[in-house]
């Protein structure tokens, strides 16, 4: 075999074997991840405050949805699928502020309707004090 021809065949080796050992270096950083822990967090505010704003009897639909969806974002934690932990996560967040949402949009009704009633009820004493004059 010529020189040159066992030369130009070591340098393919050697380039063969520095890529191999680059991929695996690539390989081996790549990691995991991380935990969407900030979106988790926000998830769990937005269920707490839709609880005080008492979703449960206005919207417990959409608060029970995102009570689950929050669950299945921890599962997802858990079985290491980020992606999907972090789609969950959001999903829950915007149910929870869907269900307190309409849980003021349903008492801000109810005091319309109250002050309706009351204006309904001052209408008719000032037309029965002018019957009365």
Excluded: W
């Amino acid at each position: 075999m010529p020189v040159s021809s066992q030369i130009n065949r070591k340098y393919r080796l050697h380039v063969a074997a520095a890529l191999a050992g680059a991929m695996l270096l690539f390989a081996g950083c790549a990691t995991a991840p991380m935990a969407p822990t900030a979106s988790l967090n926000e998830a769990k505010l937005a269920i707490q405050a839709a609880e005080q704003a008492d979703a449960s009897h206005y919207a417990g639909a959409e608060l029970d949805e995102a009570r689950q969806k929050l669950v299945m974002a921890d599962k997802a934690v858990v079985a290491e699928d980020m992606i999907l932990a972090e789609r969950f996560a959001q999903e829950s967040t915007v149910t929870a502020q869907l269900a307190a949402a309409r849980t003021n949009a349903s008492k801000a009704k109810a005091v319309n309707t109250e002050m309706s009633r009351g204006t309904e009820a001052l209408i008719e004493e000032m037309q029965r004090a002018g019957d009365q004059q």
